[in-house]
């Protein structure tokens, strides 16, 4: 018996079992338990597990991310499989798909080495970009905390980035390392000149502590005062060092400072009570003087203001506000008194009597002459001459009148 009716593959006689393929018949077995049918049923689910690896191939290279590599490996493998297979099917069918899926891993291949080669631009590219900024930030950067900060960042943005080509990222790799070294030369210059200036610094303001001290002690108040403003202004001007030594002779310049103020306020304020004391001692002086208004006796007043003189000046100087009232009201007092002894002299000197009664004498005379001139410009009609001796007599007749009361005190 034979099955020749079958496509793939047939059963002959002696039971030997074929499968059909492009290169003609080749034995697959020998069946000898039953039928040709079972034998052909047989091979044939031998055959769908192979067809079922292939579909299982098929379906994970087009829905997975099986890796060209492994593809090709399973692809070889079932090649020699179909080759070796004791089975009945369509094993060109499964030869042909499995061509069919070299194709597609080949073409995965050549699609993965396009992704690797541009993952290695865009890694040489991105890390092109971290060179470039460490680059500005070392040949820019003054704020040195976050100038470090950002290199550490980059360093890390490097270290996480994927790997490109192996020479341009070296290269980039040494441009990196030049950035960074020339940053930390800088920092590192930056500060060593740092730390000279603050010990610059450091040693002016010394100085200006040292003599800040000196002047603690002095009593010149109005001199050392001044003195401790320019100290003070030249702190100012010396720069800020560093926060331990500025803290620390601050201290000191405070202290020195503090204690010549604190000495001239004290000795300000007991002088301020001592010139309150005199003020209220001379106030009490300026009382007794004016209880000598009005002069009556003339002698007795003159002595009393020696006295008065004396003790004031003995009490010595008062505060500024005070002394011009106090000094001016001893003022009045003396040219009272000055005023009656003057007057006391005049009425007691003959001479000064004589030339009083003579005075009068004298403007009364002229006046009688001016009446008489003015009676004749009046005959005259002469309106000129009429106002001149008018204002003639007028300006006569007061003097007349200081005259006359002078006279009157001179013998009163």
């Not at 492994?70 to 079932?78: E, M, N, S, V």
């Not at 930030?137 to 100038?147: L, M, P, R």
């Not at 005075?359 to 106002?387: H, M, P, W, Y």
Request: proline share 1%.
């Amino acid at each position: 018996m034979s099955t020749e009716s079958d496509p793939w593959g047939r059963v002959a006689e002696d039971g030997t079992v074929y499968v059909r393929t492009a290169d003609g018949e080749r034995v697959v077995g020998i069946w000898q338990a039953g039928s040709p049918d079972e034998a052909l049923e047989f091979f044939t689910r031998r055959y769908e597990s192979l067809a079922t690896e292939v579909s299982l191939l098929e379906r994970r290279i087009s829905t997975t991310d099986l890796g060209p590599g492994q593809a090709k490996t399973t692809i070889a493998r079932l090649h020699v499989a179909i080759d070796e297979a004791k089975c009945v099917g369509d094993l060109d069918g499964l030869k042909r798909r499995l061509d069919a899926l070299t194709g597609q891993a080949d073409q995965r291949t050549a699609e993965q080495k396009a992704a690797r080669e541009r993952a290695r631009v865009e890694a040489i590219e991105f890390k092109e970009r971290i060179v470039a900024e460490a680059e500005q930030v070392a040949a820019e950067a003054t704020h040195w905390k976050s100038g470090g900060e950002r290199l550490a960042q980059l360093l890390d943005e490097w270290k996480a980035a994927p790997h490109g080509d192996r020479q341009a990222e070296a290269a980039l790799w040494k441009r990196m390392s030049v950035a960074r070294s020339a940053f930390a030369k800088r920092r590192k210059a930056y500060f060593a000149t740092l730390e000279q200036e603050r010990e610059e610094i450091r040693e002016r303001k010394l100085q200006l502590v040292l003599r800040a001290e000196e002047l603690a002690s002095s009593t010149e108040w109005a001199v050392t005062a001044a003195a401790y403003r320019e100290l003070m202004a030249s702190w100012k001007e010396a720069g800020r060092g560093d926060r331990a030594s500025e803290d620390e002779l601050w201290k000191r310049f405070r202290a020195a400072q503090s204690g010549f103020f604190d000495a001239r306020n004290a000795a300000l304020s007991a002088k301020d009570n001592q010139l309150r004391e005199r003020a209220m001692a001379k106030e009490e002086l300026l009382t007794e003087a004016e209880k000598l208004l009005p002069v009556t006796d003339v002698k007795a007043a003159r002595a009393a203001m020696r006295s008065i003189h004396q003790r004031w000046d003995k009490i010595g100087q008062v505060a500024r506000e005070a002394q011009e009232r106090l000094e001016g009201g001893l003022r009045k007092v003396d040219d009272a008194v000055r005023k009656a002894e003057d007057i006391q002299w005049r009425k007691t000197n003959p001479e000064a009597l004589s030339r009083a009664r003579d005075t009068v004498e004298q403007i009364r005379r002229t006046i009688s002459q001016l009446e008489g001139q003015l009676a004749q410009a009046v005959e005259r009609n002469d309106e000129q001459a009429t106002k001149r001796a008018t204002d003639a007599i007028a300006t006569r007749k007061s003097w007349l009148a200081e005259a006359e009361k002078t006279l009157a005190d001179l013998t009163s």
